[in-house]
Nanobody
Framework: QVQLVESGGGLVQAGDSLRLSCAAS????????MGWFRQAPGKEREFVAT????????YYVDSVKGRFTISRDDAKNTVYLQMNSLKAEDTAVYYC????????????????????WGQGTQVTVSS
């Protein structure tokens, strides 16, 4: 089982940028599909972005397209979420998630698709 630890959250102003990191333990990181989710107070956890094994393709929720970029560095066992042009509505706890050996071509956008989760990192955007 992979262990996930997020970092990089903080308090920023609208229009600023942040880069979140998710460090994974284990030697099979390259075999995991990775995703980022977020959860605002009083709301359900929602999908933000996902990246296939070896970074061959990515997929985003419409609300972050053109502003957020997911990437991975398998040599460092790390997945990133670069967040630009942040808005107040991006305020949430951001979670990293992993799923091992998924063979399908579709993108994993639901929480039940993932088997491993980090503890989350808070992102607060002031307007």
């Amino acid at each position: 089982q992979v262990q996930l630890v997020e970092s990089g959250g903080g308090l920023v102003q609208a229009g600023d940028s942040l880069r979140l990191s998710c460090a994974a333990s284990g030697r099979t990181f390259s075999n995991y599909e990775m995703g980022w989710f977020r959860q605002a107070p009083g709301k359900e956890r929602e999908f933000v972005a996902t990246i296939k094994r070896r970074g061959v393709s990515t997929y985003y929720v419409d609300s972050v397209k053109g502003r957020f970029t997911i990437s991975r560095d398998d040599a460092k066992n790390t997945v990133y979420l670069q967040m630009n042009s942040l808005k107040a509505e991006d305020t949430a706890v951001y979670y990293c998630a992993a799923r091992l050996y998924y063979s399908g071509s579709d993108f994993l956008t639901q929480t039940y698709h993932y088997t491993n989760w980090g503890q989350g990192t808070q992102v607060t955007v002031s307007s």
